[in-house]
């Protein structure tokens, strides 16, 4: 899948947008809007990101625990090559220490996210300041032709480039999900 990005201030026309491309079978999960005004983009009934999405929670998270990882082996291989599991404690209080370790790191990577934007948003922060909002499109190939269409007929829209997708399989995966709690009383 790829991901295009595009530039509005019109949140009508992004509705309009929206739906066309809902209507030429592209699902709900593949839209999203990036806005400071979330109040407005729900109120237009458009697919926003999640408050959790646009901060680097889930990267610096995982860049956390790499990093807990390794400081983790770390205190491993120094116990070991000290000999110090030798002692009548073992190797108990340096698998708790590495454990701490571990999720401490992952910890604080994770507050260290909450307070940057996300990595894939960070070129438009500077556009979203000034009002405007951010419709990114995942689309595979054979849908780009339809994104593209869409697009050149809208004006207020304007290509801002194209970045990260996720897999398939994760667009697949939510687009069902929305489709079973429809179903779902």
Same mark, same amino acid.
């Given at each position: 899948?790829?991901?295009?990005?595009?530039?509005?201030?019109?949140?009508?026309?992004?509705?309009?947008?929206?739906?066309?491309?809902?209507?030429?079978?592209?699902?709900?999960?593949?839209?999203?809007?990036?806005?400071?005004?979330?109040?407005?983009?729900?109120?237009?009934?458009?697919?926003?990101?999640?408050?959790?999405?646009?901060?680097?929670?889930?990267?610096?998270?995982?860049?956390?625990?790499?990093?807990?990882?390794?400081?983790?082996?770390?205190?491993?291989?120094?116990?070991? *090559?000290?000999?110090?599991? %030798?002692?009548? !404690? =073992?190797?108990?209080?340096?698998?708790?220490?590495? #454990? &701490?370790?571990?999720?401490?790191?992952?910890?604080?990577?994770?507050?260290?996210?909450?307070?940057?934007?996300?990595?894939?948003?960070?070129?438009?922060?500077?556009?979203?300041?000034?009002?405007?909002?951010?419709?990114?499109?995942?689309?595979?190939?054979?849908?780009?032709?339809?994104?593209?269409?869409?697009? *050149?007929?809208?004006?207020? %829209?304007?290509? !801002? =480039?194209?970045?990260?997708?996720?897999?398939?399989? #994760? &667009?697949?995966?939510?687009?069902?999900?929305?489709?079973?709690?429809?179903?779902?009383?």
């Amino acid at each position: 899948m790829k991901r295009q990005y595009y530039i509005s201030d019109d949140l009508n026309d992004l509705r309009i947008i929206q739906s066309e491309l809902e209507d030429k079978g592209l699902s709900t999960p593949q839209l999203h809007v990036l806005s400071e005004n979330d109040a407005e983009v729900e109120k237009h009934h458009l697919h926003a990101i999640e408050s959790v999405l646009k901060k680097d929670v889930v990267r610096s998270t995982e860049l956390g625990a790499v990093v807990g990882a390794i400081c983790a082996a770390l205190v491993l291989l120094l116990a070991y *090559s000290m000999n110090w599991h %030798l002692t009548a !404690a =073992g190797w108990i209080p340096f698998g708790f220490l590495a #454990v &701490v370790i571990l999720g401490f790191c992952t910890w604080e990577g994770g507050l260290i996210g909450i307070q940057v934007p996300n990595y894939q948003f960070r070129q438009f922060q500077k556009l979203l300041k000034q009002g405007k909002h951010i419709f990114f499109v995942d689309a595979t190939e054979q849908q780009m032709a339809i994104v593209e269409q869409v697009a *050149s007929q809208h004006t207020n %829209l304007k290509l !801002a =480039g194209s970045g990260e997708s996720p897999p398939d399989w #994760v &667009v697949k995966s939510q687009d069902k999900f929305n489709n079973f709690m429809k179903v779902m009383p």
